[in-house]
């Protein structure tokens, strides 16, 4: 497919592992995959004697190109006392203040910043943002680094419902 990036299942794995380490304050064990779906691949782990799930993807297409950036993936997570956690993560620091506007086929929603990730707001963007995920083909995500920098990011749907279910098999409420 002509403007395909190249895409690695694996870099949404090592950046979400490191954010869990860091942000939980607990040792949690390397994330263990359920299984690939099209575009998107579930993954497990332990933190504490919580499991954790969560889905990932990386984009299809980049836009600009030429912006070098580091991990650019979303993804959906089931924790304890959270389902659905939606949050985005484009490869660099958002500028400060910023919201990131994603596009699931017609449906738009808006998401806030800190450092290099956006989530939504409330627990009820983040159902609203997953069932528009699950019924659509294509999102797009557009932020904007602190460096000035618009960028655009185009991901595939194809695989999320399967992804998702898996990781509601896997950690049930």
Known sequence: MKGVVQRSKLV???????LALGAAGVAAQEPAMIGTFNDWTAWQYMEGRNRVCYIASSPLDKQPRNVNRGDVYVHVAHKPGIRDEVSVTNGYTFEANNVVSVTIDATEFKLFTKDDTAWTYTKDDDARMARAMAAGNRMIVKGK???????TDTYSL???TAAKAAIDRTCPR
């Open 12 to 18: 949404p794995v090592a950046a979400f592992a490191v």
């Open 158 to 160: 194809s695989g999320f």
């Open 145 to 151: 680094s602190n460096r000035g920098t618009e960028t």
